[in-house]
């Protein structure tokens, strides 16, 4: 299947400061990547979509000026948590889609453990 | 949206036993999928299955779109195989994402 990675693994930061994740679509190309946020012992909700050289699209209650996405590229999606605090403490992980055979299947990165102070 | 409904919440099994997991939708779906998130976060794709049987090794999944449900079967399971499943569909074609179930919490005993 599709490789898709994220960086860093983990983070810890102290408040107020914004913390950069990465995601990357190793071995395809990806028009849409999605973010997600798990909270312990929960399901994954979506944040937002991320398109390829346009805006992003944010879920209802989810700041788009704290959650700042930058689709770069076919292969790069960022999400910066800016001025971070406690309650943004969470696993964040990114999505995207492979077209392979006629199947569009969702890979889904390692995720990133953010933990703010 | 659609609404994916997962059942049971928590799965207690001696290893070696079988198991069903299932998955319910309130709608008809473009994309259903099967996922085992183990202890460190990581999502491991299991079954694309908007239709259909499929087996792994170990594992098989069913999905009768016209009844909006989806089965995960687990035989013989192993302590590897703990951790939670999720199901996660969505009703529309193209990049569209996934809506995920709560997931089923499965613990494997020796």
């Known amino acids: 299947g599709a490789v898709v990675s994220q960086h860093p693994s983990w983070v810890i930061c102290k408040s107020g400061t914004s913390v950069k994740i990465e995601c990357r679509s190793l071995?395809?190309?990806?028009?849409?990547m999605f973010w997600y946020r798990q909270f312990p012992k929960q399901s994954l909700m979506l944040m937002a979509t991320?398109?390829?050289?346009?805006?992003?699209?944010?879920e209802q209650g989810v700041e788009k000026d704290k959650f700042l996405i930058n689709h770069a590229s076919l292969t790069l999606s960022t999400l910066t948590v800016t001025s971070a605090h406690p309650e943004d403490s969470s696993f964040y992980i990114c999505?995207?889609?492979?077209?392979?055979?006629?199947?569009?299947?969702?890979?889904f990165g390692p995720g990133t453990r953010l933990t703010v102070l | 949206g659609i609404q994916v409904e997962q059942s049971p919440p928590d799965l207690i099994l001696q290893e070696g036993a079988n198991s069903t997991l299932r998955c319910n939708f309130s709608d008809s779906v473009n994309n259903l999928q099967w996922f085992h998130q183990n202890p460190w976060g990581q999502l491991i794709n299991l079954f694309y299955i908007p239709s259909g049987t499929k087996q792994n090794g170990r594992l098989s999944a069913t999905t009768v779109a016209t009844e909006r449900y989806s089965l995960l079967y687990i035989s013989s399971s192993q302590t590897t195989d703990s951790g939670v499943y999720f199901c996660a569909a969505h009703r529309l074609s193209g990049n569209t994402p996934l809506v995920f179930g709560k997931g089923t919490r499965l613990s494997v005993i020796a």
């Open positions: 071995d395809f190309q990806a028009t849409t």
């Open positions: 991320s398109n390829e050289g346009s805006k992003a699209t944010y």
């Open positions: 999505s995207a889609s492979g077209y392979s055979g006629g199947i569009n299947e969702q890979f």
